[in-house]
């Protein structure tokens, strides 16, 4: 669970806060959208066993504004995607979003202390894709993550990807999900069965 754990305060978690603006320099969005993650962790992980369900939804809203959870999940699927229907595609990328965000709450539920620093922030790119590398201090040590950002129609930045420590996590999933279809052969039941707790326990 460790891959949970430091991407709390850095940004598979890099959400933006809803008072930024859409044409906002990536690293300073990233910056501060860290430390509001961490106030989120700070106020709301007392309710992790008493009411799980208003921990999990006050974390979903960090995240939602600025992860593409469709273009992940369907990244994940891989070639499967095309052979996919469009409702299964739904289907994954819905069960994709809430096993990742209640994966991730649960992980960081006790890191609110973290701190998550920007490396060399630059001034906004004026390309449409972005790397940016932060490192996260905790009582584990140092982990280096990065972060793959991407501006849509709308001048909107929006996290496709992260490398944690030099393991690229869009392709340990795409990588589990192939394994899963050969296991079972099934579209369908590779979606009934998705659990990123596999990919936890291989970056942690």
Same mark, same amino acid.
């Given at each position: 669970?460790?891959?949970?754990?430091?991407?709390?305060?850095?940004?598979?978690?890099?959400?933006?806060?809803?008072?930024?603006?859409?044409?906002? &320099? !990536?690293?300073?969005?990233?910056? #501060?959208?860290?430390? =509001?993650? +961490?106030?989120?962790? /700070?106020?709301?992980?007392?309710?992790?066993?008493?009411?799980?369900?208003?921990?999990?939804?006050?974390?979903?809203?960090?995240?939602?504004?600025?992860?593409?959870?469709?273009?992940?999940?369907?990244?994940?699927?891989?070639?499967?995607?095309?052979?996919?229907?469009?409702?299964?595609?739904?289907?994954?990328?819905?069960?994709?979003?809430?096993?990742?965000?209640?994966?991730?709450?649960?992980?960081?539920?006790?890191?609110?202390?973290?701190?998550?620093?920007?490396? &060399? !922030?630059?001034?906004?790119?004026? #390309?449409?894709?972005? =790397?940016? +590398?932060?490192?996260? /201090?905790?009582?584990?040590?140092?982990?280096?993550?990065?972060?793959?950002?991407?501006?849509?129609?709308?001048?909107?930045?929006?996290?496709?990807?992260?490398?944690?420590?030099?393991?690229?996590?869009?392709?340990?999933?795409?990588?589990?999900?192939?394994?899963?279809?050969?296991?079972?052969?099934?579209?369908?039941?590779?979606?009934?069965?998705?659990?990123?707790?596999?990919?936890?326990?291989?970056?942690?």
């Amino acid at each position: 669970m460790q891959w949970v754990k430091v991407a709390a305060c850095a940004l598979m978690v890099s959400a933006w806060a809803p008072f930024a603006s859409a044409a906002e &320099n !990536p690293y300073t969005m990233i910056e #501060g959208v860290s430390q =509001n993650l +961490l106030g989120v962790i /700070r106020t709301n992980a007392q309710y992790m066993n008493s009411d799980p369900q208003r921990y999990f939804s006050e974390v979903e809203s960090v995240l939602t504004p600025v992860v593409d959870f469709d273009f992940i999940a369907r990244g994940v699927m891989g070639r499967y995607a095309k052979q996919a229907t469009a409702a299964q595609r739904a289907r994954f990328s819905k069960a994709f979003r809430q096993d990742l965000i209640s994966t991730f709450a649960r992980g960081v539920a006790t890191f609110g202390d973290m701190d998550v620093r920007v490396v &060399n !922030p630059g001034s906004a790119p004026s #390309g449409n894709r972005v =790397n940016v +590398l932060q490192e996260v /201090r905790s009582k584990e040590g140092v982990t280096k993550v990065s972060y793959t950002l991407v501006r849509n129609r709308a001048g909107q930045w929006k996290l496709i990807n992260v490398i944690l420590n030099g393991v690229n996590l869009g392709k340990t999933f795409r990588s589990q999900f192939a394994q899963s279809m050969q296991t079972h052969g099934d579209l369908d039941k590779v979606i009934a069965n998705w659990s990123s707790d596999r990919v936890a326990d291989q970056v942690g």
